[in-house]
């Protein structure tokens, strides 16, 4: 059984991820729960959304809740931070080291924690990667989602083919090629 | 073949696979999917009404008709369509009806954590709690026979982690029904009180035979295990139950009302210790305890909230609390309006003029969020004009103007148009701004009737809001852009200071809809002397440092309000 948590900033495409854990987990005869969110929190909110997949024990709940994530995926330094109570004891942070600045920082009410990296490296198993710009030299910076998965492949015991027959089933045929691309270069990532 | 399926895709497919004719709803969180996605099967009628009222009338036609017929939304929307589904129990159908709606626990979208099981017993209609997605669709198709067997409208109510969640669904084919034959029958369809008093009795005694006939109904079920613990659960709660107390006996109510006495009574005797564990009201619980059953539940968890499996494993089973999500010392990040927005610069205005913003259900709810902290109330769809009628009445002229009601064009065509024309005709002097982006934006982006496009994305007939203001015998209607600030605060200057009531139509597109020309703006160090101004609209594409102002690129649409606001000319079009 894995556990897997995926947060980031709404309109950042945790959808999109999401949906390709989830058809992965089918594709390989696995049971899969995935919790999404849908409405307000999507207008530049924090969004986390639930992966679960098990080949062994009945699943029932859609949620994950603290201490039971063998990975965080997180698509944004101060959502990597908040997520860490998610994570198990020997669970895996993947963090695209972008940051994004929440209103209430913007506005000067907060300040944005400079040394969250460093606090989520310190609390965690840490894998940082500027999915950003690997997205962006694939051909759009809108594949930083999928760059992503291909770090976290390496994590689960799906074949790179079995991760390229998912993706080819969850985005449209015209971004497929970039998709592909920006998935390697994640699997890649060292 | 199998599909990972959202349960509100899975209730979609369950009313094509039921052979549903017509589906009529109102978007609204957690519910939108459900709609959007029957009108991916050419084989259902489908279209978003003004309402879910008229959603629910819609639905009784058909079914009455003699078309198994659907009407969604979310669980507020109930006490909208509450006065047509209240004698829909009593007036009963013809082929199957069902209206699904979707509750809210926790709040994540939702004004109110309302139980729709209440207003269900209430109405005396059926309902039932799925606990997956392919609940979702055997339910509903179970739903309608339920419905067409006992003459009534049901509920199938989900709650957003059923609705949001993906599960494995198992596809089926469509069953075609043929259209029953419809035939008059005034004593069972025209609501006077002659014939509802029989009609009435007929609802006490179908409510006991379904009662009856629960203690065998196959989603009600037993599942035996250590007897020492019983659980009578339900929906999501269900799922939690079975991963924090994997050993427990469970009871599991696929039909949540009415409940199964027997059967409770059966699985109560055969557990040394019952618990009730459901999300949001002690509905079961109630009721068993006036049975004179021993149980608990609330009394632990309280009716706030979600329940999880972990906060189950506490409160039941003396498990370790789950830490705290520790949030000391982490931002929040609250949803904000998007870069772009045309909502951003109405509330600048209205802010700068220091009014009292009576606001509506919508994207422009965020308006209340700093730094434009722009609203003063927000309660329902529609309440943004009667409540700023009514502090126009008792407090008097003076009050008006220096109050505006604020709603979105959805949500007037929604509930709006009756209070304004309780203004008109009550003699107003108030201002109604309509923030029009010509959409229904925070559920993700349905078309609506002043929007003039279908569900399909067709043309139709569009709502002429001028020309519906004018018919009401409102003199002073005037459109204005809301990027163009001094145009904007000079009409709402001149429309609040009138004596006489008047609409303002804020009127531009979804920035997510119709893209700007895309061209972002830049500051130039220069010339920014870091005064704040442009900080005031909250944009998230705009952040200070110590050398000045910085716009991010990735962010910005171009939408130019900050360039209005700033002094200096630093602001501009990156070249």
Redesign the interface.
């Known amino acids: 059984m894995f556990n897997i948590v995926i947060v980031g900033?709404?309109g950042q495409g945790t959808l999109l991820a999401?949906k390709i854990l989830?058809?992965l987990a089918?594709n390989n005869g696995y049971?899969?729960?995935?919790?999404?969110?849908?409405?307000?929190?999507?207008?530049?909110?924090?969004v986390v959304t639930y992966v679960r997949m098990s080949n062994d024990t009945?699943l029932?709940?859609?949620?994950v809740?603290?201490?039971q994530a063998d990975i965080v995926l997180a698509f944004e330094n101060?959502?990597a931070?908040?997520a860490?109570?998610y994570l198990k004891a020997d669970g895996t942070m993947v963090v695209n080291t972008q940051q994004i600045?929440?209103?209430?920082?913007?506005?000067?009410?907060?300040?944005?924690?400079e040394d969250c990296l460093d606090r989520v490296e310190s609390a965690a198993k840490t894998i940082k990667i500027n999915a950003v710009d690997i997205a962006h030299e694939c051909g759009t910076?809108r594949a930083a989602n999928v760059v992503l998965m291909g770090v976290c492949a390496k994590m689960l015991p799906f074949s790179a083919e079995e991760w390229h027959k998912a993706i080819e089933q969850c985005v449209k045929p015209k971004f497929l090629d970039v998709n592909i691309n920006a998935f390697d270069r994640g699997y890649n990532f060292k | 073949m199998k599909k990972l399926l959202l349960g509100n895709e899975a209730i979609a497919r369950g009313a094509y696979e039921a052979g549903v004719r017509v589906s009529s709803a109102y978007p609204g969180t957690p519910s939108t999917e459900i709609n959007e996605n029957v009108a991916t099967y050419p084989e259902i009628y489908s279209e978003w009404a003004p309402n879910e009222k008229v959603a629910v009338e819609v639905a009784l036609g058909a079914a009455v008709s003699g078309a198994r017929s659907l009407a969604c939304m979310k669980h507020v929307g109930l006490n909208v369509a509450a006065d047509p589904f209240f004698t829909a129990t009593y007036t009963g159908v013809n082929a199957g009806m069902v209206v699904v709606v979707a509750d809210d626990p926790g709040m994540h979208s939702s004004q109110n954590e309302q139980d729709t099981r209440m207003l269900a017993r209430a109405s005396h209609a059926p309902v039932l709690d799925p606990s997956s997605s392919q609940e979702c669709k055997d339910f509903l198709k179970l739903a309608y026979e339920i419905s067409e067997k006992y003459d009534t409208p049901v509920i199938l109510r989900v709650t957003t982690r059923i609705a949001h969640a993906r599960t494995l669904v198992e596809l089926e084919d469509r069953i075609e029904l043929p259209l029953r034959e419809y035939t008059r029958d005034i004593k069972k369809y025209v609501s006077m009180p002659a014939n509802m008093i029989g009609r009435h009795l007929y609802v006490e005694e179908r409510e006991k035979r379904l009662a009856e006939d629960a203690n065998t109904l196959s989603i009600n079920k037993i599942e035996w295990a250590d007897r020492k613990i019983g659980v009578i659960t339900s929906g999501a709660a269900y799922n939690y139950v079975k991963e924090a107390m994997p050993n427990a006996s469970v009871l599991k109510l696929g039909l949540a009302y009415p409940m199964p006495k027997k059967l409770i009574e059966e699985f109560a005797k055969g557990v040394e210790k019952l618990y009730v564990i459901e999300d949001m009201e002690p509905f079961y619980e109630d009721t068993i305890k006036a049975w004179g059953i021993e149980c608990s539940g609330k009394e632990l968890t309280g009716v706030q909230g979600e329940l999880f499996a972990r906060k189950i494993a506490a409160k039941f089973e003396g498990a370790e609390e789950a830490g705290p999500m520790n949030t000391q010392g982490i931002p929040a990040r609250p949803p904000v309006l998007c870069p772009g927005c045309p909502h951003r610069g109405l509330y600048h205005v209205l802010g700068k003029l220091k009014l009292t913003v009576c606001s509506d259900i919508g994207c422009y709810t965020l308006g209340a969020l700093p730094p434009l902290s722009g609203v003063d109330t927000c309660v329902c769809m529609g309440a943004s004009i009667g409540m700023a009628h009514g502090m126009e009445k008792a407090r008097g002229h003076a009050q008006a103007k220096k109050t505006v009601a604020v709603l979105g064009d959805s949500t007037f065509c929604h509930s709006g148009l009756t209070g304004l024309l309780n203004m008109a005709y009550n003699r107003s002097v108030g201002t109604v701004i309509v923030a029009d982006n010509s959409i229904t934006g925070m559920t993700g982006h349905q078309n609506n009737p002043a929007n003039g496009y279908d569900i399909h994305g067709e043309p139709t007939t569009a709502l002429d809001i001028v020309k519906l203001c004018e018919a009401m015998g409102i003199q002073h209607v005037r459109v204005v852009d809301p990027f163009d600030l001094k145009e904007l605060e000079k009409v709402v200057r001149e429309e609040t200071e009138r004596e006489e009531l008047s609409v303002i139509i804020s009127r531009r597109p979804c920035a997510l809809i119709v893209k700007q020309p895309g061209v972002s703006f830049v500051c130039d160090s220069e010339k920014c002397r870091n005064c704040g101004m442009c900080m005031r609209i909250g944009c998230p594409a705009i952040r200070k440092t110590e050398t000045g102002v910085a716009v991010d690129p990735t962010q910005c649409v171009g939408c130019g309000l900050c360039a209005q606001l700033c002094h200096f000319g630093a602001l501009n079009p990156e070249a």
């Not at chain 1, 029932?60 to 949620?63: A, D, E, L, N, R």
């Not at chain 1, 600045?101 to 924690?113: D, F, N, Q, S």
């Open positions: 900033v709404g999401s989830g058809q089918m049971d899969v729960r995935v919790s999404e969110v849908h409405g307000m929190s999507q207008r530049g909110g924090s009945p029932y709940s859609s949620i809740e603290q201490e101060l959502e931070l908040r860490l109570p600045l929440p209103m209430p920082v913007i506005t000067g009410a907060t300040k944005y924690p910076y």
